[in-house]
């Protein structure tokens, strides 16, 4: 689910980044307490600040989902240096679930502003389409934009269920079928944390330079 705040006057933040929201004086509250973390959905050139956000059964995103339009939040940062690093080498994103906001983000500034200067490769997993934060707005990105491959995989359908992308979880033989000619790439891991070390883990298995992943683990889903 995305939740919109008004942008303040003067405040910018960069493609990929994070902030803490507090809810202030909120009507329950729990050991986690009153703050967390997104990463920001919205690009730059937006107007609002967007979070997208899975909802779990837990007092603060009770308390968020419940929210009065209009209902004041505390908003620290921007923090985080999440981007696309090397102008002169190939990008690979392997991402799944929530994983997939702060590259909503970078992929549309980048595109609003000119294009991608070099090929991104993005594989993002979700159990069912329906699951999948911006699965048509990815698509449509991809087709602006032709350094841009866009590739969604599906883990949860059943054999009969209509779907034309990849099924199952991103594997050795998935990265073969669509890195064909990718070389000497960047890789970008999010996603929740098992998620994320297992995937640096066959990267690192299948001969990729460890200084080559960057990662960001996606906690509270």
Do not use: C
């Given at each position: 689910?995305?939740f919109r705040f008004a942008k303040p006057v003067d405040w910018?933040?960069?493609?990929?980044?994070?902030?803490?929201?507090?809810?202030?004086?909120?009507?329950?509250?729990?050991?986690?307490?009153?703050?967390?973390?997104?990463?920001?959905?919205?690009?730059?050139?937006?107007?609002?600040?967007?979070?997208?956000?899975?909802?779990?059964?837990?007092?603060?995103?009770?308390?968020?989902?419940?929210?009065?339009?209009?209902?004041?939040v505390k908003i620290e940062g921007p923090f985080g240096d999440?981007?696309?690093?090397?102008?002169?080498?190939?990008?690979?994103?392997?991402?799944?679930?929530?994983?997939?906001?702060?590259?909503?983000?970078?992929?549309?500034?980048?595109?609003?502003?000119?294009?991608?200067?070099?090929?991104?490769?993005?594989?993002?997993?979700?159990?069912?389409?329906?699951?999948?934060?911006?699965?048509?707005?990815?698509?449509?990105?991809?087709?602006?934009?032709?350094?841009?491959?866009?590739?969604?995989?599906?883990?949860?359908?059943?054999?009969?269920?209509?779907?034309?992308?990849?099924?199952?979880?991103?594997?050795?033989?998935?990265?073969?079928?669509?890195?064909?000619?990718?070389?000497?790439?960047?890789y970008y891991l999010t996603g929740p944390p098992g998620m994320?070390?297992?995937?640096?883990?066959?990267?690192?298995?299948?001969?990729?330079?460890?200084?080559?992943?960057?990662?960001?683990?996606?906690?509270?889903?």
């Amino acid at each position: 689910m995305a939740f919109r705040f008004a942008k303040p006057v003067d405040w910018t933040y960069r493609a990929g980044q994070f902030i803490d929201i507090t809810l202030l004086d909120p009507p329950e509250t729990d050991a986690e307490g009153n703050t967390r973390g997104f990463s920001i959905s919205s690009a730059p050139s937006e107007d609002v600040i967007m979070i997208t956000t899975r909802l779990r059964d837990t007092a603060f995103k009770r308390v968020l989902q419940a929210m009065p339009l209009g209902t004041p939040v505390k908003i620290e940062g921007p923090f985080g240096d999440l981007r696309l690093h090397h102008a002169d080498r190939p990008a690979v994103v392997l991402t799944g679930g929530i994983g997939i906001t702060p590259f909503r983000s970078i992929l549309l500034e980048t595109i609003r502003a000119g294009g991608l200067a070099y090929p991104v490769v993005v594989l993002y997993a979700n159990r069912r389409p329906q699951d999948a934060a911006f699965l048509d707005e990815l698509r449509t990105l991809a087709e602006r934009d032709a350094n841009l491959r866009f590739v969604p995989t599906m883990s949860g359908l059943d054999a009969s269920d209509a779907w034309e992308g990849e099924r199952g979880r991103i594997d050795v033989s998935m990265l073969g079928r669509h890195l064909a000619g990718v070389t000497n790439a960047i890789y970008y891991l999010t996603g929740p944390p098992g998620m994320v070390q297992g995937l640096r883990a066959m990267l690192i298995d299948g001969g990729v330079d460890e200084d080559d992943i960057r990662s960001e683990e996606f906690t509270g889903y």
